[in-house]
């Protein structure tokens, strides 16, 4: 079946402006992360949705960021004012959201702040 | 805090030479241990993951874990590497809450 899906996969934009960055999960996953990859780093936590609610949403960096996930499927990642240091690999994971279990990552989206 | 080091950030092994890639985390309670692979323009993938039970772990393509609790690591091993292993290897833990936390990454290259 198809994995979990990401657009845009690149997306340039300038210093100030907003973006949204998209996810699609896997099929019947109510549960779905967010992360995001500096270069020469690991995955760092964002944001986690169980259905249509943020049951944690600790690891938002400030309140410029913010995501949605409307009707517990298609979630959007939205930031804000986005400023250089934003650049980095947003990446989108989902999992069945029964426990112990594992996540399912998608291919990111590259956010290039000039 | 919780969190994942890995402390080796780039490995060069020639193919047929043995892996250890190591792994050491900092948990409070319970912790469930992954490692993620990410070859070249491809997206993260789980290898092998532990919660529980006997502490050596196999995965896919031939790789192998062992969880050793006094030693607070999970080192990632595989016998002998192939030129194709040359991938991005991450290490990563999670706890009550069903974030993970990653280590740094390890890139190893394979020589042919």
């Known amino acids: 079946g198809a994995g979990v899906s990401q657009t845009p996969s690149n997306k340039v934009t300038e210093k100030g402006k907003y973006v949204e960055l998209r996810c699609d999960p896997i099929?019947?996953?109510?549960?779905l992360y967010w992360y995001r990859q500096s270069l020469g780093q690991g995955p760092e936590f964002l944001i986690y949705?169980?259905?249509?609610?943020?049951?944690?949403d600790s690891g938002l960096p400030n309140d410029r960021f913010f995501a949605v996930r409307p009707e517990g499927s298609v979630s959007t990642l939205k930031i804000q004012r986005t400023e250089r240091g934003d650049s980095a690999v947003y990446l989108c994971?989902?999992?069945?959201?029964?426990?112990?279990?594992?996540?399912?990552f998608g291919p990111g989206t590259r956010l290039l702040v000039l | 805090a919780q969190s994942v080091s890995q402390h080796n950030h780039h490995v060069i092994l020639s193919e047929a030479a043995s892996l250890e890639l190591g792994c050491n985390y900092s948990y409070g309670g319970t912790v469930n241990l992954f490692w993620y692979v990410q070859y070249p323009g491809q997206h993260l993938q789980l290898l092998l993951k532990y919660f529980s039970g006997d502490p050596l772990v196999k995965g896919i393509k031939g790789f192998e874990a062992e969880f050793i609790k006094s030693k607070f690591s999970f080192n990632l091993r595989k016998p002998s590497v192939q030129w194709s292993d040359t991938a991005e290897y991450f290490c990563a833990a999670s706890g009550s809450a069903r974030q993970l936390t990653f280590g740094s990454g390890t890139q190893l290259t394979v020589l042919p």
């Open positions: 994971a989902s999992s069945r959201g029964q426990g112990l279990e594992t996540q399912y």
């Open positions: 949705f169980q259905g249509t609610g943020a049951a944690d």
């Open positions: 099929s019947g996953h109510t549960a």
